[in-house]
C-alpha cells in the first residue's frame, strides 16, 4: 500500500477537537477537521496535472462530463499523526489508481486478471451473437418466414371473405328460389347449396394445412441460426451469473475488529446492486484498517456538473447511500463508537401543534417543521397520533393529506369518515387551493412560470427522488417569484400534483429553479430549518358547503 495515501494537513489543525465518536455517514454535519480536509482536496482537484476528466467545470477539457463523489477519512496513523486519506467513487480518468488516493477494494481493472479474462470471453461470446443476428443467411430466413406469415394471413383472409361473400349470396338465392320454384325443387338447390357450402370450407381447411406446412419449413430453416444464437445467449448469462459471484467473493471488507465479508455475505439473499463497494466510504475504511490507522471522522462532497436524474450540488457534501452502502458500512462500522442516528430521535419532543380552526367536522392544525404528518418506522409521535389524543371520538382516518416532515404549515383534519372522504374527494379532483412560501438559495432571473419534471424513488437511496422521464410520475408545480434579496428569493409555489419531495426536487433539480430551499437537508445545505411552508389552503366545507380560506405566515 503506497504511503502517499495519508496526507497531513497543510493548515494548523490545533484549534479544532477530535470528536468523541466516529461520523454517523447516513446523516450529519461535517466535522470542522473534514471540512478542511475536503477544502485541501478541492484545491488539488483544481491544480493537478496527473490526470485529466471532464467534471464539465472546465472548459478547456472535453469529452463526456461525470462528476464524481469525493470522500475524506480523517485519521490518525501508527505515529499518533493526523492527517487525511481521500477516495473517489468508481473510476476516476477511466482508471482505478491515481497518487494520494485509496485503491479500490478490489481492483478488477488488473490486467489479465479473473474478471478481464471473464469480460473478454463475455465479449467474445457477444461479437459471435452480433454475427450471427448480421448474418446474410438469417436475415434471409427471417424475412422469408415472416413474408411467408403475411402471404398466409392475406391468403386465408381472402378465402374467409369468399366464403362469407358465398353463403350472403346463397342466402339471397334460397330467398328468390323459395318463391318460383316447387318443393321438389327447391329441395333440390337446398342439397346443391349445402354441398357447395362444404366445398369451401373444405377449401379453407386445406388451404391452412398447406400454409402451415409452408411455415414450418420456413421456422426450421430459421431455427438452424435461432437455436445457435439461444444456446450462445445461454451460455452468454451463466458466464456472467458466474464471473458475478466470483467478483461478489473478490470484495471483501475489513472492520476495526479484524472480520472480514465480502459482497455475497453481506447483502446475502439479496443481490448487491451494480457498484457496490466502490464508493468513496467503503474504500477509505478498508485502506485505513489494512494500515492500522484510526478512523476519526468522515464526509463526501460532490465535484462536478450535476447529473440529469439525481441532485447533486458541485461542493456540496451529501451523505453515503442507503442502497449500495448501507449494508456494507453496517459491517464495517462493526466494534466502533459511531454518532447516534439522528433519524431515530424523536424531532416533535416539547413541539406543539397549533389548532387553527375548529368546528364539530374538522381541524385545521399549522404543523411544525420536523414533525411528522404520520408515524414512521420508529417513531409514533406525529399529527396523527397527536390527532388520536386530540380527538378520542373521531371516526375515520383523521389526517386527510400529508406533509413532509421537514415542511411546516396548514394540515386539514377530518373528524369522522364522511368528513374525511368529503376532504380527500377535494384532493383527488384538485379542487382544493394550497399555497406554500419557500425561500431559495439564490436569485432567480424570472417572475414567474411552470416547473414539470416527472419524479420517482431513488431506488438505491431512499427516500431521495429522482428525475425520470421513463418511469417516474408526472409532477407539476407552478411558482411566482415574490421577492429577491442577498441572493435568496422568495417563492409561492402552487403544486398542482402532489407527489413527495415534488417542491424541493423542483426547486433544487438543474432543470427546475436550480435554486435549492434553504436548509434542505437532502437536496440543499443543511441549516437550522428547511425554508418551506403550506401557508394557505382553501377547501369547500363539508357541512356548510361553503368555501373556506385559511392562512398562516411561516415563522422564517
Given at each position: 500500500?503506497?504511503?502517499?495515501?495519508?496526507?497531513?494537513?497543510?493548515?494548523?489543525?490545533?484549534?479544532?477537537?477530535?470528536?468523541?465518536?466516529?461520523?454517523?455517514?447516513?446523516?450529519?454535519?461535517?466535522?470542522?477537521?473534514?471540512?478542511?480536509?475536503?477544502?485541501?482536496?478541492?484545491?488539488?482537484?483544481?491544480?493537478?496535472?496527473?490526470?485529466?476528466?471532464?467534471?464539465?467545470?472546465?472548459?478547456?477539457?472535453?469529452?463526456?462530463?461525470?462528476?464524481?463523489?469525493?470522500?475524506?477519512?480523517?485519521?490518525?496513523?501508527?505515529?499518533?499523526?493526523?492527517?487525511?486519506?481521500?477516495?473517489?467513487?468508481g473510476k476516476l480518468a477511466d482508471e482505478n489508481h491515481h497518487p494520494g488516493f485509496v485503491p479500490p477494494?478490489?481492483?478488477?481493472?488488473?490486467?489479465?486478471?479473473?474478471?478481464?479474462?471473464?469480460?473478454?470471453?463475455?465479449?467474445?461470446?457477444?461479437?459471435?451473437?452480433?454475427?450471427?443476428?448480421?448474418?446474410?443467411?438469417?436475415?434471409?430466413?427471417?424475412?422469408?418466414?415472416?413474408?411467408?406469415?403475411?402471404?398466409?394471413?392475406?391468403?386465408?383472409?381472402?378465402?374467409?371473405q369468399k366464403i362469407k361473400a358465398g353463403k350472403k349470396a346463397r342466402k339471397l338465392q334460397r330467398l328468390e328460389a323459395s318463391e318460383k320454384l316447387s318443393p321438389e325443387d327447391f329441395k333440390?338447390?337446398?342439397?346443391?347449396?349445402?354441398?357447395?357450402?362444404?366445398?369451401?370450407?373444405?377449401?379453407?381447411?386445406?388451404?391452412?394445412?398447406?400454409?402451415?406446412?409452408?411455415?414450418?419449413?420456413?421456422?426450421?430453416?430459421?431455427?438452424?441460426y435461432q437455436d445457435e444464437i439461444i444456446f450462445l445467449q445461454k451460455e452468454r448469462k451463466n458466464k456472467s451469473n458466474a464471473l458475478q459471484?466470483?467478483?461478489?467473493?473478490?470484495?471483501?471488507?475489513?472492520?476495526?475488529?479484524?472480520?472480514r465479508k465480502n459482497l455475497n455475505d453481506i447483502f446475502q439473499e439479496v443481490a448487491p446492486p451494480a457498484g457496490s463497494g466502490e464508493c468513496a466510504a467503503p474504500k477509505l475504511l478498508q485502506y485505513a484498517f489494512l494500515n492500522k490507522m484510526k478512523p476519526i471522522a468522515m464526509a463526501e462532497f460532490y465535484w462536478g456538473q450535476a447529473p440529469n436524474?439525481?441532485?447533486?450540488?458541485?461542493?456540496?457534501?451529501?451523505?453515503?447511500?442507503?442502497?449500495?452502502?448501507?449494508?456494507?458500512?453496517?459491517?464495517?462500522?462493526?466494534?466502533?463508537?459511531?454518532?447516534?442516528?439522528?433519524?431515530?430521535?424523536?424531532?416533535?419532543?416539547?413541539k406543539q401543534i397549533e389548532v387553527i380552526y375548529e368546528d364539530d367536522h374538522l381541524a385545521v392544525v399549522n404543523k411544525p417543521a420536523e414533525f411528522l404528518s404520520v408515524p414512521g418506522k420508529t417513531i409514533q409521535d406525529s399529527v396523527a397520533f397527536r390527532m388520536k389524543k386530540k380527538y378520542p371520538k373521531a371516526t375515520g382516518p383523521l389526517i386527510v393529506h400529508r406533509l413532509d416532515m421537514s415542511t411546516s404549515g396548514l394540515?386539514?383534519?377530518?373528524?369522522?369518515?364522511?368528513?374525511?372522504?368529503?376532504?380527500?374527494?377535494?384532493?383527488?379532483?384538485?379542487?382544493?387551493?394550497?399555497?406554500?412560501?419557500?425561500?431559495?438559495?439564490?436569485?432567480?432571473?424570472?417572475?414567474?412560470?411552470?416547473?414539470?419534471?416527472?419524479?420517482?424513488?431513488?431506488?438505491?437511496?431512499?427516500?431521495?427522488?429522482?428525475?425520470?422521464?421513463?418511469?417516474?410520475?408526472?409532477?407539476?408545480?407552478?411558482?411566482?417569484?415574490?421577492?429577491?434579496?442577498e441572493n435568496k428569493t422568495r417563492v409561492h409555489f402552487f403544486p398542482i400534483t402532489g407527489r413527495t419531495h415534488q417542491l424541493r426536487v423542483h426547486a433544487s433539480h438543474s432543470k427546475g429553479l436550480n435554486c435549492p430551499i434553504i436548509g434542505d437537508d437532502l437536496y440543499g445545505q443543511k441549516v437550522d430549518r428547511l425554508h418551506l411552508h403550506a401557508e394557505f389552503i382553501e377547501f369547500l366545507h363539508p357541512e356548510t358547503r361553503e368555501r373556506m380560506s385559511i392562512q398562516v405566515d411561516p415563522d422564517f
Amino acid at each position: 500500500m503506497p504511503a502517499s495515501c495519508f496526507t497531513s494537513f497543510q493548515k494548523p489543525t490545533d484549534a479544532y477537537p477530535l470528536p468523541e465518536k466516529f461520523t454517523f455517514p447516513f446523516y450529519y454535519d461535517p466535522h470542522p477537521l473534514c471540512i478542511l480536509a475536503a477544502e485541501q482536496l478541492q484545491h488539488h482537484l483544481e491544480t493537478q496535472t496527473d490526470w485529466v476528466h471532464n467534471f464539465g467545470i472546465n472548459p478547456n477539457h472535453k469529452g463526456l462530463v461525470i462528476g464524481k463523489m469525493f470522500g475524506v477519512l480523517v485519521v490518525q496513523n501508527e505515529q499518533g499523526e493526523i492527517g487525511y486519506l481521500s477516495a473517489f467513487s468508481g473510476k476516476l480518468a477511466d482508471e482505478n489508481h491515481h497518487p494520494g488516493f485509496v485503491p479500490p477494494v478490489f481492483d478488477m481493472l488488473t490486467k489479465d486478471s479473473f474478471f478481464q479474462q471473464g469480460a473478454k470471453v463475455l465479449n467474445e461470446l457477444n461479437a459471435q451473437i452480433a454475427n450471427l443476428e448480421k448474418a446474410q443467411e438469417f436475415l434471409m430466413a427471417k424475412a422469408f418466414l415472416e413474408e411467408e406469415t403475411n402471404l398466409k394471413i392475406k391468403e386465408l383472409e381472402n378465402q374467409k371473405q369468399k366464403i362469407k361473400a358465398g353463403k350472403k349470396a346463397r342466402k339471397l338465392q334460397r330467398l328468390e328460389a323459395s318463391e318460383k320454384l316447387s318443393p321438389e325443387d327447391f329441395k333440390t338447390l337446398e342439397k346443391s347449396l349445402a354441398l357447395e357450402s362444404q366445398k369451401t370450407k373444405l377449401e379453407l381447411k386445406y388451404l391452412t394445412l398447406s400454409w402451415n406446412e409452408r411455415l414450418e419449413a420456413a421456422q426450421k430453416k430459421l431455427a438452424v441460426y435461432q437455436d445457435e444464437i439461444i444456446f450462445l445467449q445461454k451460455e452468454r448469462k451463466n458466464k456472467s451469473n458466474a464471473l458475478q459471484q466470483k467478483l461478489f467473493d473478490h470484495y471483501q471488507f475489513l472492520n476495526q475488529l479484524g472480520h472480514r465479508k465480502n459482497l455475497n455475505d453481506i447483502f446475502q439473499e439479496v443481490a448487491p446492486p451494480a457498484g457496490s463497494g466502490e464508493c468513496a466510504a467503503p474504500k477509505l475504511l478498508q485502506y485505513a484498517f489494512l494500515n492500522k490507522m484510526k478512523p476519526i471522522a468522515m464526509a463526501e462532497f460532490y465535484w462536478g456538473q450535476a447529473p440529469n436524474t439525481e441532485i447533486r450540488k458541485h461542493g456540496h457534501y451529501y451523505p453515503a447511500c442507503n442502497g449500495k452502502c448501507k449494508p456494507i458500512l453496517a459491517h464495517m462500522l462493526e466494534g466502533m463508537e459511531v454518532d447516534e442516528n439522528p433519524l431515530l430521535l424523536n424531532p416533535a419532543i416539547g413541539k406543539q401543534i397549533e389548532v387553527i380552526y375548529e368546528d364539530d367536522h374538522l381541524a385545521v392544525v399549522n404543523k411544525p417543521a420536523e414533525f411528522l404528518s404520520v408515524p414512521g418506522k420508529t417513531i409514533q409521535d406525529s399529527v396523527a397520533f397527536r390527532m388520536k389524543k386530540k380527538y378520542p371520538k373521531a371516526t375515520g382516518p383523521l389526517i386527510v393529506h400529508r406533509l413532509d416532515m421537514s415542511t411546516s404549515g396548514l394540515m386539514l383534519i377530518a373528524k369522522s369518515m364522511e368528513v374525511h372522504k368529503f376532504l380527500q374527494h377535494q384532493f383527488i379532483k384538485r379542487t382544493i387551493k394550497k399555497r406554500y412560501i419557500a425561500v431559495l438559495n439564490g436569485n432567480l432571473s424570472e417572475q414567474e412560470g411552470i416547473i414539470d419534471l416527472p419524479l420517482r424513488v431513488d431506488l438505491d437511496d431512499r427516500p431521495r427522488q429522482l428525475v425520470c422521464y421513463e418511469h417516474g410520475k408526472q409532477a407539476q408545480t407552478k411558482w411566482k417569484v415574490i421577492k429577491v434579496s442577498e441572493n435568496k428569493t422568495r417563492v409561492h409555489f402552487f403544486p398542482i400534483t402532489g407527489r413527495t419531495h415534488q417542491l424541493r426536487v423542483h426547486a433544487s433539480h438543474s432543470k427546475g429553479l436550480n435554486c435549492p430551499i434553504i436548509g434542505d437537508d437532502l437536496y440543499g445545505q443543511k441549516v437550522d430549518r428547511l425554508h418551506l411552508h403550506a401557508e394557505f389552503i382553501e377547501f369547500l366545507h363539508p357541512e356548510t358547503r361553503e368555501r373556506m380560506s385559511i392562512q398562516v405566515d411561516p415563522d422564517f
